[in-house]
Each structure stands twice: as structure tokens, then as C-alpha cells.
């Protein structure tokens, strides 16, 4: 992930970026949590946190949160602005923190990065393994291929340096994955190329795995589309274990 993205190898541009929209996304986690979650949870895992932004909007309503997410710069930037917050470096195919939450998150483009099925198979045990009876997964991701073959130029202006940011979407034919070709044009340093690749997971995908780990998907009719919710069924395998760090 480092290798492929410009924003993995900075985090402090990643932060600079896609932090902004903590507050939102936030709210729209705990906007469904309490609609189908457990009345009162105060518990909350989110998996693949990033620089720990959401999380720390997130602890405001749930006292006991933990993150997790794969790459140590992400997690040194949370620790370092976000101290109060708990977080780890793992991987959410394989971490066990040996204990379960009534909510449980993923959300951004970490599931994406997980192209086998195998690997959605065990990130899906890891949500269940880490949420308790009766309680909600909330999952945001890559659901459906936006325009390919189309290059789109934008402007932007991040840590006081000025780029072109010009993007193309292709799909690998032999796979639901798409890819992702980011090229950063800077005016005041060397130029960088990201190749970026993403698994589309259908809703019905979705459904597939999550059902297989124990979650039964809800169907919310009026709700914001761009995350998906479902409950869990059981106990499931909590497995024993500590966080990887």
C-alpha cells in the first residue's frame, strides 16, 4: 500500500487531505449504530482507522474505542495528535485484540485493498470475531466501477505546495478490481505516480461474506446508501490473542 500511493508514504498528507471529513463521517456512523445497534453501546472498534480522525470524533459518543490499521505511519500520526485514543498497527485479516465491541467499523478504502477472497473472508472473521451478539458492522467501500478510461485533472493545494492531480480509472479483466492511476504534478518538488488497486464489492458481496461470518445485512430504506449495516447473529469465534504493535 505504501508503494502503490503517494498519500500511504506521507500520512501527514493523508491527514491533511481526507481528515476533514471526520466530523461527517462520524456522524453518520452513530446516526446508524443507533438506529439498529445496541441501545446504549459504548463500544466501538474502528478497523483500518487511518490517522485516527474518525476515531477521535467517534470516542466523543462511544468511552471505550480502539483502532487499528495496517500501516505504523498512520499510527504514529494518531499517537501523536490523538494520544488519548487506542490504537494499534495490525492486519484486519489476522488481528485479535481479545476482546468484542457492540459497533464495529470499516470504513474509507481499507477493505478494498483486500482483492482475494480469501482475504475478505478473514477481514469479515475479524468483524466478527471483535463484535458481540446483537451487535452492528458498519462498512464503507468501493461498491461499483465509476467511469473508466476517462483521465480527470484537478488543482490542489496541500502543505502550502500547489500539484496537478490527474486521475484515471481502468478495470483489471480478469478481476472485480479497479485501477487506480494518480499522477501529482508539483510545482516545487519531483513528480509522483500512484498505481492503485481496489476491489469492487457488491452489496450482495458484501452480504455473501458478511452472512458466511455471522452477520445478517440491514436494509434501511431511508438511510445514506454509502455504508453498508448489518447486525450480528452470534457469539461467533472470539479467539484469544493481543494486538499486533
Not at 482475504?119 to 462498512?139: K, N, S, W
Not at 467511469?147 to 483489471?172: E, M
Request: charged residues 25%; negative net charge.
Amino acid at each position: 500500500m505504501e508503494e502503490a500511493s503517494l498519500l500511504y508514504r506521507e500520512p501527514a498528507l493523508y491527514a491533511e487531505m481526507a481528515d476533514a471529513e471526520a466530523v461527517d463521517t462520524a456522524a453518520a456512523i452513530v446516526a446508524l449504530a443507533d438506529r439498529h445497534g445496541p441501545a446504549g453501546a459504548d463500544s466501538l472498534l474502528d478497523v483500518g482507522c487511518g490517522t485516527g480522525a474518525v476515531l477521535e470524533q467517534l470516542a466523543c459518543k462511544y468511552s471505550k474505542s480502539a483502532g487499528v490499521d495496517l500501516l505504523p505511519g498512520m499510527i504514529e500520526i494518531s499517537r501523536e495528535r490523538r494520544p488519548q485514543l487506542e490504537t494499534y498497527v495490525g492486519d484486519m485479516r489476522t488481528i485479535r485484540l481479545g476482546r468484542s465491541f457492540e459497533v464495529v467499523t470499516c470504513i474509507g478504502n481499507a477493505l478494498a485493498y483486500l482483492t482475494a477472497p480469501d482475504d475478505i473472508e478473514a477481514a469479515f472473521a475479524t468483524f466478527a470475531g471483535h463484535c458481540v451478539p446483537g451487535g452492528v458492522l458498519v462498512i464503507r467501500t468501493l461498491t461499483a466501477f465509476p467511469p473508466l478510461d476517462r483521465s480527470r485533472t484537478s488543482r490542489t493545494r496541500v502543505s502550502g505546495r500547489s500539484a496537478n492531480v490527474t486521475t484515471t480509472y481502468t478495470r483489471d479483466p480478469a478481476a472485480e478490481v479497479l485501477i487506480l492511476t494518480r499522477h501529482w504534478d508539483f510545482e516545487d518538488r519531483e513528480p509522483a505516480t500512484d498505481v492503485i488497486r481496489r476491489r469492487v464489492l457488491t452489496i450482495g458481496e458484501q452480504e455473501s461474506f458478511a452472512a458466511a461470518a455471522g452477520f445478517t445485512l440491514v436494509r434501511p430504506r431511508d438511510e445514506d446508501e454509502d455504508m453498508t449495516i448489518f447486525i450480528r447473529d452470534d457469539a461467533g469465534d472470539l479467539r484469544s490473542g493481543v494486538a499486533d504493535d
